[in-house]
């Protein structure tokens, strides 16, 4: 398999593993792009490993889990004025509201927790291959989900 190759077969699934990883899609595509630069420059390697797919994207988490949060990275989430008048409540917009809400919880949780949940429920992984992405024991992989989703309930019990 050539570089060209992998990229034309895997690069939508990578795309959609970050946005789940960053909550945005455009800061998403920057990770996507600085991950397959790595990539390609180090394509004789990654071609050798056992799964080339499973070797990138421990190389794109490694990439979040890594990525120093510069000015320019700060997430604004746009709330309606408050002196507006209430909109009536229909089911697309509730739905986006739970979303805005889910991804508000998760960006709050550290990056290796999120990283762990995403793994787990996005990318249906076992724990074993959580464990060699994200570089740790598969025990810390389970303290991490479950740390992540204690978290969460707390955060839903106090929104109820």
């Not at 699934?13 to 996507?32: E, I, M, N, S």
């Not at 986006?96 to 550290?110: H, N, V």
């Amino acid at each position: 398999m050539t570089y060209a190759d992998f990229a034309d077969t895997r690069l939508t699934a990578l795309l959609r593993y970050a946005v789940l990883l960053t909550g945005d899609p455009h800061l998403a595509q920057d990770l996507v792009q600085e991950t397959m630069v790595r990539v390609q420059l180090n394509w004789r390697r990654v071609a050798r490993a056992d799964s080339p797919d499973r070797y990138v994207r421990r190389m794109l988490t490694n990439q979040y889990l890594d990525w120093q949060r510069g000015s320019w990275f700060k997430r604004v989430l746009l709330r309606a004025d408050p002196g507006e008048p209430p909109v009536a409540a229909v089911d697309h917009a509730q739905t986006a509201a739970d979303r805005d809400q889910i991804w508000g919880w998760l960006t709050r949780l550290p990056r290796r927790q999120r990283a762990a949940l995403v793994l787990r429920f996005y990318e249906d992984l076992p724990d074993a291959e959580i464990a060699e992405v994200l570089g740790c024991a598969v025990g810390t992989v389970r303290a991490s989900i479950s740390r992540a989703l204690a978290t969460l309930r707390a955060e839903l019990v106090e929104t109820s």
